[in-house]
């Protein structure tokens, strides 16, 4: 877990009052229909299936005992989580030996989006990785079918200025073909 960051932590958004921790295990099932909620995640096969919770369990797991990295929930007042993301500092040597911090798997439940939690998360981000982390940049990757996402992370301040490639790995690499 990243316990540079001060939580729990609650703040507003325009409609909800919004509780910010370190996921646990009994939100398991929570973030994985977050993940299920987006068609392009489900697309790739985050479909909340039970027959996959061995596999977000252990990823949770390796995630939690990890100190460079944490998974992240926003909890309403009602208790429903309705929010998550993933934090990962990366220390480097470009920019003269600079810590970055990575956002990852940013969702919203659905009937949530546009409310201004998303904004809210975001802006508590970049926040944190000025006054906790000692990061000099927060990036993130994002999908480029997910143009709404785009117009939001602009809107916020950030940048498009790299080009990101992915390589998918299957069993057999092509160097031993």
Do not use: C
């Amino acid at each position: 877990m990243l316990d540079l960051l001060k939580l729990p932590v609650s703040f507003d958004t325009a409609t909800a009052k919004l509780h910010l921790r370190h996921a646990r295990r009994d939100d398991l099932h929570a973030i994985m229909r977050l993940l299920s909620d987006d068609p392009i995640s489900s697309g790739r096969g985050d479909v909340a299936s039970d027959q996959d919770e061995p596999a977000y369990d252990a990823a949770l797991d390796r995630i939690i005992q990890d100190p460079g990295n944490d998974v992240l929930v926003a909890v309403d007042d009602a208790g429903s989580v309705v929010g998550t993301f993933q934090l990962t500092l990366i220390p480097g040597m470009a920019r003269r030996g600079s810590t970055r911090l990575l956002v990852e798997a940013v969702r919203i439940s659905s009937t949530e989006r546009s409310s201004g939690i998303g904004s809210a998360l975001m802006r508590w981000v970049v926040e944190r990785a000025a006054i906790d982390v000692r990061a000099s940049v927060v990036q993130l990757t994002s999908d480029a079918a997910r143009v709404d996402a785009h117009r939001f992370y602009r809107r916020l301040g950030f940048i498009d200025s790299h080009i990101g490639f992915k390589y998918h790995v299957t069993a057999a690499s092509p160097t031993s073909q």
